[in-house]
């Protein structure tokens, strides 16, 4: 008989160094790749490994969220499917989570309903696909605790993550460290050292028995990787998992162990401008292992007026459904559904979200633009940062950005 897994996606945070596209939202409701929101990437893995039990525990500025997840993750109940916004209900007394360690905490209603034989926690803001499964299986085999998802990266990057150590075996993870600058290489790669994706596989008692007892310390920051795992590790029940072995359906050579943490206004920047390359790391197309999300009835794009430099056309980009490039140059850009770009502007190097409208003449250059901002006529971004960021967030690589319904000026 297959083993009952209960997947629990965290979902609570608040996304500070993304500001301020999360002025409105929690970071995993943010949108990425036009189409999509950031939670989508773990829901579909989990569904496409047939995980079909699903909570996601949220908390911050959370309405968006709990709506995108209530309008299009709806699956059949006839064989107890199901994924559903879990918020912070204070069942443990007059507070909100304190950590994601105190969100599992206070949810264990949830894990007594399902009773699983073991518990997926997964976090909700990368950009990657991963077959659950090949994980659990491992974590089964080995007969670990906990089993945490690993991805190598240069030994001279380890000051910029959570680090996992193992000993001699390679499997079990002797220390648990964040950002160390005096980090030990892998013993089968001494310029490597896995750092932890936030993704873990427990024993559902091993899990149970050691939130309580964090949940005890006064002292703790409860937090899963802060202090669920190095518990674990302390006791010699913990396994790491290599990200470089999950093969994924219809995955290349080129986009295997692909995973972002889009967690900074740069790297969300940059992981956009990855996906309209040429031969991207991330392959959207894989329909093998779709990414799934909401797909309203939203009509084609539409490219119109031929006339002069009049001209409606895209190079380079991704254009989705519901937009309309009138006599204007869009380059090397996400477009978002329902965008509208008016004649003779110019876009280039930008992500434009939902509902943007660009009006004539106006130029857009390397920024992220939020759903509904309006630049108006003649207006230009991204061309003389110094007058931007009077007004604009500009990032610490030049990207201007631009929140949800804020004014552009002229």
Not at 154 to 173: H, T, W, Y
Not at 197 to 207: D, I, K, P, Q, S
Not at 277 to 297: A, G, L, R
Request: proline residues 6%; hydrophobic residues 40%.
């Amino acid at each position: 008989m297959a083993a009952k897994v209960l997947a629990i996606v965290l979902a609570g945070g608040e996304g500070k160094r993304l500001m301020p596209l999360t002025t409105d939202r929690a970071k995993p409701a943010v949108p990425f790749g036009g189409m999509y929101r950031m939670v989508d990437f773990v829901l579909s893995n989990l569904a496409n490994a047939g995980y079909l039990k699903i909570v996601v525990l949220t908390q911050y500025k959370s309405h968006s969220l709990d709506r995108h997840i209530t309008k299009t993750w709806r699956m059949s109940t006839l064989l107890g499917n199901y994924v559903t916004p879990v918020p912070a209900q204070q069942r443990r007394g007059p507070w909100w989570f304190a950590g994601s360690a105190d969100a599992i905490y206070q949810s264990f209603n949830l894990i007594n309903d399902e009773q699983p034989d073991y518990v997926i926690v997964f976090g909700a803001d990368h950009i990657y696909r991963m077959d659950p499964r090949q994980m659990v299986e491992d974590h089964i085999a080995s007969g670990a605790a906990v089993t945490v998802a690993g991805i190598r990266q240069p030994l001279s990057m380890a000051d910029q993550f959570g680090v996992i150590e193992v000993g001699e075996d390679g499997k079990r993870i002797r220390a648990f460290r964040e950002k160390p600058t005096d980090a030990v290489g892998l013993p089968d790669a001494p310029d490597e050292i896995y750092a932890s994706m936030g993704n873990y596989v427990f024993t559902t008692r091993a899990l149970c028995e050691a939130v309580e007892r964090d949940a005890e310390d006064k002292t703790s920051k409860h937090d899963m990787g802060g202090s669920i795992i190095p518990m674990l590790v302390e006791r010699g029940e913990a396994n790491v998992y290599d990200f470089r072995d999950n093969e994924v359906p219809g995955s290349t050579d080129r986009d295997r162990g692909y995973w972002r943490d889009v967690g900074t206004l740069d790297s969300f920047y940059d992981a956009h401008m990855d996906l309209i390359n040429v031969h991207p790391v991330f392959n959207m197309y894989n329909f093998d292992w779709p990414i799934y999300t909401e797909q309203p009835p939203w009509p084609p794009a539409k490219f119109v007026h031929q006339w002069g430099e009049r001209v409606g056309r895209a190079v380079g980009s991704m254009v989705s459904p519901g937009v309309v490039i009138s006599g204007s140059l869009v380059e090397n850009s996400i477009v978002s559904p329902k965008v509208r770009v008016h004649s003779w502007a110019h876009v280039e190097g930008s992500v434009l979200m939902e509902g943007v409208e660009i009006g004539r003449h106006a130029v857009v250059r390397r920024a992220i633009l939020d759903k509904n901002v309006f630049v108006p006529e003649g207006a230009e971004i991204g061309v003389d940062l110094e007058k931007d960021r009077q007004r604009y967030t500009v990032s610490d690589n030049g990207i201007v950005v631009i929140g949800k319904g804020q004014k552009v000026e002229p």
